[in-house]
């Protein structure tokens, strides 16, 4: 039996729904695209997922061409999704329409971009809850440090690991999960 399962069962009340409600799928997770429209990340089961907060004006900004490379040449087995944020010096200070713009005139960028959110502190949006908490994950606790941190999640919806702003989008820690 899951242990976060067998956790629940010894809980009452209130204690056992926000549990159970902490360790949904990240398929349940709701978020935006950046031009508004609901994501349905269970749209993307049988495929590998890469979470990116990112940024348009970070030292890591130039990575946007490598994930979109990662995206193309993985495209059958990866979706890429970036998550703009603008809690690292400020440095995704645009609304969306300056966003989309920046992304595709400067990087050809045609992967998923999400609606800017944040992704620690009081107002974490639930995704990066899920894939920042291990109680939730069910795998890890990390925290994000800066722009450009990427989470991987498998194609059957699990936590599989994540990597610091310095490690490129084709460094050898990344690929070995998608060859």
């Known amino acids: 039996m899951n242990p976060l399962k067998a956790f629940v069962g010894t809980l009452?009340?209130?204690?056992?729904?926000?549990?159970?409600n902490a360790t949904r799928s990240i398929y349940d997770i709701e978020i935006n695209?950046?031009?508004?429209n609901p994501i349905n990340l269970s749209e993307f089961k049988g495929k590998k997922l890469l979470f990116v907060n990112v940024a348009s004006k970070c030292g890591f900004t130039p990575q946007y061409k490598e994930l979109q490379e990662?995206?193309?040449?993985?495209?059958?087995?990866?979706?890429?999704?970036?998550?703009?944020c603008n809690q690292f010096g400020?440095?995704?200070p645009?609304?969306?329409?300056?966003?989309?713009?920046?992304?595709q005139v400067n990087y050809g960028v045609s992967f998923l971009i999400t609606e800017k959110i944040d992704v620690k502190g009081?107002?974490?949006?639930?995704?990066y809850a899920w894939l920042t908490k291990k109680y939730i994950n069910g795998r890890q606790n990390s925290s994000v440090k800066w722009n450009f941190q990427k989470y991987l999640v498998d194609e059957n919806g699990e936590f599989l690991d994540y990597f610091y702003s310095i490690t490129k989008p084709f460094n050898r820690r990344i690929t070995k999960y998608l060859n």
């Open 90 to 92: 400020n440095q995704e």
């Open 12 to 20: 009452t009340g209130t204690e056992s729904d926000v549990v159970e």
């Open 122 to 127: 009081a107002n974490q949006h639930p995704l």
């Open 94 to 103: 645009g609304n969306s329409d300056q966003i989309q713009e920046f992304c």
């Open 33 to 36: 695209s950046l031009t508004g």
């Open 70 to 84: 990662l995206s193309d040449y993985y495209k059958n087995e990866l979706v890429v999704i970036g998550v703009p």
